[in-house]
């Protein structure tokens, strides 16, 4: 269901909509079909006829009086598609209060967190990808993560997703005319084929989407980074480069690094949260074993993976084992190719992970490329040839999407047939629908929105 399609609100909503404290100049919006008959009543206009229009505010309750700028905007002109009016005034918190106390008493009712972007979208203006936008986008430090916020609510994600169910509608919509011609063998079988092909490549396009992992980024505009590996390979030394101080303790005797620390850093306005970890080998039984755990839940929980290892040591077999352990996605930095050359150490990999740096951090080599790396990472959502970036609740919902598509897969070559085929593929085109919101399901709604801040 296309969320215009949902009933239109029938309540007026008020809310301080610039930011809350002292300020040149406060935005007190009221959006809804009595907006401008309640300011109305508290607002004389110089021009009354004006969209913008100078005029004095009267506070009856408060006895108060003061000169403001009133803004109209028409339902099909407006942020929320409703009649809708921005007040602003003097940022004062005092007079901001006794604005909305008189609003309220005059029947607007206090918005509640992201109710406008919430109204957007329930008129059509946003679709649910472009109001997470919105979200990012007031929530986002930074540059670059405005700019990401920025592409989201151009559409970005929302046009990738359309474009996606639009190829699984086209799929699907093959196998039913390919069911119309049941009886014929051949067209059933030429159609499981072709229908793994099918699936196989929207299995790839999913994958650009999901693979970018900057949800981190677009919501809490940060992302976390742990440094991981042998003792002694140089995990804090790197960990005090990046951050800038020298927080952690870096020694030449291995284990000196118990516990985790924390820092941030930022380039190119991305903003990292860095964590510095326990060796693997600084690790051994009983009490150390928590240790080992903590490690597993921190690498867990973090957006990449750098795992440092020595140049200058050849790696051993649990380190190597460690690696392998270290899931995806993750960066090898193979560290002091001031002592050694790093292509041995690669060496002694079966298959290497993705991506790989090397340098330094002593010297300060390579760690220009480090930096660019992690960068380019970020970035990937925004440079990839989707070139979306995916929320969080996107992202979970994408997944599932994807999960559905490789069941469709499944059912085809186990030789099912097409038609319960169909049901899973319906399903993944159901939880795309869920990422741009066509779909009706009000939890979805009450998930994105309170996210919000109030007034936005
Ligand atoms: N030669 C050289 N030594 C380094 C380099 N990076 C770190 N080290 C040294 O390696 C030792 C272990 O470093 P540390 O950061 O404590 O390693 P961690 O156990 O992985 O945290 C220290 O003596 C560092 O000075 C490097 O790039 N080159
Ligand atoms: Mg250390």
Known sequence: MRAASLPAATDTIVALSSAPGPSLRAIVRLSGPRAFSIVESVFQPQDASARVSFGQVRLDRSELEFSAVRYQFLENRSYTGELLVELHLVGSPPLVEALLEELEARGARAAGPGEFTRRAFLSGRLDLAQAEGVCALVSSSGEAQRRQAMNTLSGGPSRVIHELIDSCKEVAALWVAALDFAEEEDIEEDTIGEGVQ???????????????????????????????????????????????????????????????????CEFEGIRFR?????????????????????????LDGVSLRLVVLDASRFPDRS?????????????????????????????????????????????????????????????????????AVLGARQRSATVRALAAIDRSREVLESGLGVEVATIDLEEAIRFLGEVVGEVDTEDILDLVFQRFCIGK
């Open 274 to 298: 860095i964590l510095d970890t326990v060796g693997v080998r600084e690790v051994g039984e009983g009490v150390e074993r928590q240790a080992l755990d903590r490690l597993e839940e921190i």
């Open 198 to 264: 099918l699936l196989q490549s929207l299995r790839e396009r999913f994958e650009a989407l999901i693979v970018s992992p900057p949800e981190e980024v677009a919501g809490e505009g940060l992302l976390s980074v742990a440094i991981c590996g042998p003792a002694g390979a140089g995990k804090s030394t790197l960990f005090n480069r990046l951050v800038g101080s020298d927080q952690a303790i870096v020694s030449s005797s291995p284990g000196t690094t118990r516990d985790i620390l924390e820092g941030h």
């Open 319 to 387: 380190v190597l084992e460690f690696v392998e352990t270290v899931a995806s996605p993750r960066l090898l930095v193979v560290n002091k190719t001031d002592l050694a050359p790093a292509d041995p150490v690669l060496q002694a990999f079966d298959r290497l992970p993705e991506r790989v740096v090397t340098l330094s951090v002593q010297e300060g080599d390579g760690l220009d490329v480090l930096r660019e790396t992690l960068l380019e990472f970020v970035g990937s959502g925004m440079g990839t040839a989707s070139g």
